[in-house]
């Protein structure tokens, strides 16, 4: 406005003095007077700069101080061993003005991030479990940083030898120690907080001996993927239905990795993957994947095979909940396969069976009490009446007639790998088959197992007979 205002006024006033010539003058001098005018009152960009650290604020190891020795697992508070000059970082961010041209404010700030080693206690040690700054859980998805586990072989951290230069950074060679690589400081102060860590270290010879293990449990519906699946659960809340811990992506992967360093010779895993019977009569039960609710909210659908949620079996509830997980997902499933065999571990596929039959139930009991008892073990499926009791189909073509029933009719050539998915055209039969069949078809979409177990603890049907003294379930 000064402009303008001004830059009139200099050309009237300089027509006045010296015609045409000392009115563009005037008009020129009035213009640049009134940009300053308008500039200091309207803007020219103001710069801002945040707060600065004048010095880097580094904490000091206790001279002298002794090197822990741990037996287990124990929250061990660490010691700087090394660290750097922090590394500054300066961010300008511009507010205001019109158009993008001129005016507003420019303001200034500035990040702060630390590399540090933490000296822990004697090695070796197995594995760093959690780590607290200045007593708060890290997230340790969002943190570079890595373990050195203290055996007399180990090499220097690259970081570190990389900043002192080659030869000449020390290797700690019998320390466990822990470095963190571009922390950022600021939730902290801009300083380099204290450090504690939930330390591993197995001190028999149990761990290192250990060839094969059994992955369980066998239900839980995201609980064996190594994929987090985030569940809404209402307006701007949800929760990860998998991920549970702060030192892992996720609750497998958290889990498989501390396996693998507390049983470096770990060779195979089990890997547990269960359907439900809801019957002990063979002749009547049904087997079909479950769930823990009809409905969810999940990034990730839950799914096996053609079934979706909305037409899986529902769990029984007990004590206000779900008695069960539900079956892991088909997806997660070929993920853990796949993920156990990068680890360089042999795979056995396992189908499970569970017994979904709750308390208060009016099933007829094959043992002669008043109903069947609640969740059973899969062990006493068997006959309507049991081998024994008067009146028992075994020894009978009734005892392969129900048995068959059980097993059911489906055939490998109703199952075809498509887009990712096992499909299923069979007949319309929820069987022990079907489940075995699925199964083994999952473990061919995830490029194949190293072993395959059917049929386990099914003690209840393999000793049943049919009329020819044969056993019908074997």
């Not at 020894?395 to 059980?406: M, S």
Request: proline share 5%.
């Amino acid at each position: 406005m000064a402009t303008i205002l001004l830059q009139a006024a200099g050309g009237v006033a300089g027509g006045l003095v010296g015609g045409p010539f000392g009115a563009m003058a005037g008009r020129a001098l009035g213009a640049l007077g009134g940009a300053a005018i308008d500039k200091r009152l309207f803007g020219g960009a103001a710069r801002r700069e945040g707060p600065r650290l004048g010095a880097a604020r580094i904490l000091e190891a206790d001279e002298g101080a002794g090197v822990p020795r741990l037996y287990g697992t124990a929250r061990i508070a660490g010691q700087v061993i090394w660290t750097t000059r922090f590394e500054e970082v300066a961010t300008t961010e511009r507010q205001g003005g019109k158009g993008g041209r001129g005016g507003g404010a420019e303001s200034m700030s500035y990040s702060y991030f630390g590399n540090v080693a933490i000296g822990l206690c004697e090695g070796p040690v197995a594995s760093v479990r959690r780590i607290w700054a200045d007593g708060e859980e890290m997230d340790l998805s969002l943190v570079n940083w890595r373990l050195h586990p203290g055996d007399e072989g180990q090499a220097p951290d690259p970081l570190i030898e990389a900043r002192q230069g080659r030869g000449n950074a020390p290797a700690y060679r019998g320390l466990a120690y822990v470095v963190f690589e571009r922390l950022a400081l600021e939730r902290w102060g801009n300083r380099i907080p204290q450090i504690a860590c939930e330390v591993v270290r197995p001190v028999g010879a149990l761990e290192a001996n250990i060839r094969a293990v059994t992955v369980i449990p066998g239900a839980s519906e995201h609980g064996l993927d190594p994929v987090v699946v985030r569940e809404r659960i209402g307006l701007g809340e949800d929760r990860l239905a998998n991920r549970h811990v702060l030192h892992g992506a996720s609750d497998w992967t958290a889990s498989i990795d501390e396996l693998a360093a507390l049983c470096p010779r770990l060779e195979r895993a089990a890997l547990v993957v269960a359907w439900f019977a809801d019957d002990l009569r063979v002749g009547r039960a049904q087997v079909r994947p479950g769930v823990e609710t009809a409905v969810r909210d999940e990034t990730e659908a839950w799914r096996v095979g053609e079934t979706g949620r909305d037409g899986a079996y529902l769990v029984s509830q007990a004590d206000g909940g779900p008695a069960y997980g539900g079956t892991p997902s088909d997806a997660g499933v070929v993920r853990a396969i796949l993920d156990l065999r990068a680890r360089g571990l042999k795979v056995t596929l396992y189908p499970f069976l569970l017994m979904d039959v709750p308390a208060g139930n009016a099933l007829a009991d094959p043992y002669g009490e008043a109903a069947q008892a609640s969740y059973p073990w899969r062990g006493r499926m068997t006959l309507d009446v049991a081998p024994g009791r008067p009146g028992s189909a075994d020894r009978t073509a009734g005892a392969r007639t129900e048995v068959e029933r059980f097993v059911g009719r489906a055939a490998p050539s109703d199952f075809r790998l498509e887009a990712g998915r096992v499909r299923y055209r069979g007949p319309a039969e929820w069987s022990l088959r079907r489940m075995v069949l699925h199964q083994a078809h999952l473990a061919r979409l995830a490029g194949g197992v190293d072993a395959f177990v059917i049929g386990s603890e099914m003690v209840g049907l393999t000793r049943l007979r049919d009329e020819r003294d044969r056993f019908p379930f074997v």
